[in-house]
């Protein structure tokens, strides 16, 4: 249950074109499209149907690879793959079919329909969950989560998993993502209707739209054309790893076809069964919540703005898109869950739009030996989201990489600390090695990043569950809109293989709040500063300044740059300065502009320490 497709604030204005007698394609599209797909699937990047629409028609619709390996049964357009989190926007226009019949209001406290609600959640409306800003942890980034996904768990019984745990912020302060409160709202639309979520979502919506392939998913029921979804270790597929589907729910627990999604792209085409007006609202973001709108990621690609949403669950990956301004819809629905459907989503829609192929580069493995992989298997924390655990396993010379937030993935090596995700050849993983040869920490980056995300090793006795301590404290002045910022600071030795000896990395970060118009960080010694780097995510950033001091009175402006950061964007700049304080300035700072990850960090040579 992820979604990927989160890009810069906007305000949405929901766009619907005209009808066409017909769609503007070009002659070579199909075969174009077709021959790029079954590149795919020879690469092993992709198995499972597409369907692509414009001006509402369908333009091309197919199947690749197999729903049923052990029974050699192909993909085809009526093959019904689970969709994980696409789940939500069919959630939050359930909400919005309520609302217009008068039994709740998007403005209602959960409380209302939540019975001994904690006072935690008091402040919380359904409009926060729906925007992802309840502050509500989301359960599915439990160190726990995969050890519980075989036993049923319906929502009230989900909802102990976490009613209990505090608030990562104020409801409406910031965005983080949370499949707990989707959950709530499938739970809500129950409460409110006196139906089944799934007999809410049959009635109120696949029926009046005709979407007779798709339901909620039930693993005991017998359902013709279901896909199998897998996992691949090694050279091996697998069938993926059970999970009870009452957990996910209103999060996460429909299936579909790609061409019942012809249907749903008539209903966004048709502002169907809701109003106008639950359709601009349900398509525009808050402001702050860097393009969510309700269920849907609002964003902007190939200069066009796009409605958006990607989805994963055990064996299933799945993305679609719909640039209203073009009338293009596009639909990839994969049984693997090392497939990445959101980059043939992607491509789809550029071979659509006349826009160049995003296509990944072709690597080379080599072959390391069981004993040099063993160093790396442990446990990683990850500094931007600590409570996602990133679990490294070995099999023989096979290494393999799980998060508590997606399924396992074979990382093949480059070199003897540089590995990429066999399905992903664009994510690269890189190990830093301690003094003693065992790793310390992971990056991983794929190749349009700057930055990357780092996890750092956990004690054999640390459970993962217990909250990283943080290191020391960077002052921070000037807050955006007078809201606190998180912030650490850190020093740690390059590796020796970067041919680093003898400096030093000194990093400071907020993993969540607004970002303060400066910041600045006491390096507990006079240093000569070679390279500073800067990360933000998710925040519109136009010009900054990183000025050095000896004694935090007289500062030296050392870069002054105007630039527009897109969303994990680094811009590094390189010079040579001295000083103990570093200081980093953001002038003109967009009101309302929240970062989940900001992070500056300064490399250079420690002359003295005191």
């Not at 929901?14 to 795919?40: C, G, H, M, N, R």
């Not at 933000?536 to 870069?559: F, L, P």
């Amino acid at each position: 249950m992820r979604l990927s497709t989160l890009l810069l604030l906007f305000t949405a204005q929901l766009a619907v074109a005209s009808p066409a007698t017909e769609p503007s394609v070009a002659p070579d599209f199909s075969q174009k499209a077709d021959d790029y797909l079954k590149a795919e699937l020879n690469a092993g990047r992709f198995a499972g149907s597409v369907m692509a629409a414009r001006s509402n028609q369908i333009v091309f619709m197919k199947g690749y690879g197999l729903a049923n390996r052990e029974l050699d049964v192909a993909n085809a357009p009526d093959t019904k793959f689970r969709l994980g989190s696409i789940t939500k926007q069919f959630t939050a226009l359930c909400v919005l079919i309520l609302q217009e019949q008068g039994k709740l209001s998007v403005e209602d406290p959960i409380s209302k329909f939540v019975p001994d609600c904690p006072s935690a959640w008091s402040k919380i409306k359904i409009r926060h969950l729906l925007t992802h800003t309840s502050g509500i942890p989301n359960f599915t980034s439990f160190p726990d989560n995969n050890s519980t996904l075989m036993l049923p768990s319906p929502p009230e019984k989900t909802m102990k998993r976490f009613r209990d745990k505090p608030l990562e912020f104020e409801p409406g302060e910031r965005f983080a993502y949370s499949n707990s409160g989707y959950v709530l709202l499938g739970y809500i639309v129950e409460k409110a209707s006196g139906q089944s979520y799934e007999q809410f979502v049959r009635q109120f919506v696949f029926k009046p739209l005709g979407m007779k392939d798709s339901g909620y998913d039930h693993f005991e029921t017998i359902l013709p054309h279901r896909a199998t979804g897998y996992t691949q270790e090694g050279d091996t597929w697998i069938n993926s790893a059970y999970m009870d589907m009452t957990i996910p729910h209103g999060a996460g627990a429909l299936y579909s076809t790609v061409e019942d999604f012809f249907r749903w792209y008539q209903c966004w085409r048709e502002q169907k069964l809701v109003s106008a007006e639950s359709w601009k609202a349900m398509t525009t973001p808050l402001k702050g919540n860097f393009g969510y709108g309700f269920g849907i990621g609002v964003v902007e690609q190939f200069g066009l703005k796009e409605f958006a949403h990607d989805g994963g669950v055990n064996g299933f990956g799945t993305s679609m898109k719909w640039f209203p301004s073009a009338d293009v819809f596009v639909a990839a629905f994969a049984n693997s869950d090392s497939a990445h459907p959101h980059e043939v989503a992607d491509n789809l829609a550029a071979l659509l739009l006349g826009k160049p192929l995003n296509l990944p580069k072709e690597k080379t493995a080599t072959k390391l030996e069981a004993s040099r992989l063993e160093p790396f298997v442990g446990r990683y924390r990850m500094v931007e989201k600590p409570a996602v655990i990133c679990t490294v396993t070995a099999s023989g010379e096979h290494l393999f990489l799980q998060s508590t937030e997606a399924p396992k993935f074979e990382i093949l090596p480059e070199s003897g600390t540089n590995f990429f995700l066999k399905a992903r050849p664009d994510i690269q993983v890189t190990f830093w090695k301690d003094a003693s040869g065992k790793a310390s920490r992971l990056v991983s980056k794929a190749e349009q990043e700057h930055g990357g995300h780092e996890g750092k090793r956990l004690n054999e006795s640390d459970t993962g569950t217990n909250s990283p301590e943080e290191t020391a404290t960077v002052s921070a002045g000037n807050i955006a809109l007078g809201k606190p910022a998180v912030a650490s600071s850190e020093e740690s030795e390059h590796p020796a293989q970067n041919g680093n000896d003898g400096q030093i990395e000194t990093r400071w970060c907020a993993s969540s709040g607004a970002v303060p118009q400066w910041w600045q960080v006491d390096l507990g010694g006079t240093t000569t500063i070679t390279n500073a780097q800067i990360i933000w995510e998710y925040c519109a950033v136009y010009q900054y300044r990183i000025e050095v001091s000896s004694d935090q009175k007289h500062w030296t402006v050392v870069v002054d740059k105007t630039a527009h950061a897109t969303p994990a964007q680094a811009s590094s700049d390189d010079f040579s300065a001295k000083g103990r304080y570093v200081r980093i300035v953001i002038p003109g700072l967009e009101e309302g502009c929240w970062a989940s990850f900001f992070e500056c960090q300064v490399f250079g040579a420690s002359d003295s320490k005191q």
